[in-house]
């Protein structure tokens, strides 16, 4: 089961644990990990994300981020969170609930990325499983939505593992690495019975 406390300075500390992962908000000082593993993995990474900036990765730019990051949690507007190997502090990947709407919705939306290096390991589908709890029991959402490409099949059988519901097709649903792509759409509810880890 994942462990989770608010921090006071969310940049340093852990927001979730899960058994082999902590996920945290950034910091400046990932910036080096950061850029060296977006970097590795930008040809990996290009065909699923929107087009990346002229200066993506540079260090201004990542400060700029950690600042909103941080802006964000503060505000209950998004979680943006960097994944981590809880025995080798090595950096993975990432994972956003973003877009929170509260009143009548209790919604978010989940979107991740991991470095080429640790992919298909299951380190995101531990990663998704902690972020789903979190989002029900501390941030108390009933939902949270994914989209994913039709042909993103390691996404597709991610959502579907940790308990997603394919709810539909979105139209040019988002602009990925420059062009209007069409969306399969997921969601899990706070109701759902969601599959633990298999064994």
Known sequence: MALFR???????????????????????????????????????????????????????????????????????????????????????????????????????????WMGQRHARKGHMTEAVRGALRFAFSELALHRVEAACLPNNEPSRRLLERVGFVHEGLARAYLKINGVWADHLLYAALSTDRLPGPTT
């Open 6 to 112: 608010f921090p006071s300075e969310p940049q340093s500390r852990p927001l979730i644990r899960t058994p082999n992962l902590y996920l945290r908000a950034p910091s400046v000082d990932d910036y080096s990990a950061w850029a060296v593993l977006r970097m590795e993995s930008r040809a990996f990474l290009t065909p699923w994300e929107p087009s990346w900036s002229e200066d993506d990765l540079t260090r201004n730019a990542f400060r700029l981020r950690t600042k909103r990051a941080a802006r964000e949690i503060s505000t209950d507007e998004a979680y943006s969170l960097f994944v981590f190997d809880s025995q080798t502090e090595a950096l993975l990947g990432g994972l956003t609930l973003g877009l929170i709407r509260r009143g009548v919705a209790q919604a978010c939306t989940l979107g991740y």
